[in-house]
């Protein structure tokens, strides 16, 4: 049975279904399930060219000269409309990443993604697992707004991706938990759809990292009978996280 002070976080996330349909913390651990190959005819999306020298410089930054990198990066029209870069934030040496899809309004004004009533979501879906915002690393894939919160263009991510591999090189995660269909396809390389995704542990392309798919909490937040899935979601990377604990 859940605890009285996760019982409080789910009732946040207005989660009303109590019975997990996957083990908990502190119950017997369960396998995890690992994504088997992707079916025939499902498109995959080729890698972006890391050959350049903007990519390899970036490639050997360390965390102050990534930030400043960011801060001064003009690779894409967005860094002349937005307020504020969102570099990211949280434990540097976290085993949990959590990699969203790009800022909103407030994460614009206030430099930090995961803000506004999408972040406090984001807090009690941690909670939930009794993890703590500063004990993860949170990013997006993209570092710049695109005005009127429009979807991210894909020579916008692509010239944002060296910034998120390196962060990725930078923290290496025993975990990563993508959120929302945009984070989700391009770090599976993949044009699948978010609810055929979630539900099993994927891996990233060219590294030993679990990963697992999820809703984004803006998208919960339209839609919150989709809300119970995400607590599966995250009963799922939170067994796979733990597996990959050191003994």
Known sequence: MLDERRRRYLQAMGITLWAPRHPLPGMADAPTPVAPAPPAGE?????????DERNAAIARMDWQQLRAAVAACTACPLHRSRTR?????????????????????????????????????LDAMLKALGLERRQVFIANILKSRPPNNRDPLPEEVEACWPFLARQIALVQPRLILAVGRIAAQRLLRTEVPVGRLRGRVHRLPDHDIPLVVTYHPAYLLRNPRDKGKAWEDLQLAWHTWRERQPS
Do not use: C, H, N, Y
């Not at 949990?96 to 979501?121: C, H, N, S, T």
């Open 43 to 51: 498109a995959v999306l080729p890698t972006a060219s890391a050959g």
């Open 85 to 121: 870069p969102v570099f990211g934030v949280g434990d540097t040496e976290a085993a949990l990443m959590i990699i969203g899809e790009a800022p909103g309004a407030e994460e614009d004004r206030q430099g930090e993604p995961f803000v506004g009533r999408a972040g406090k979501l």
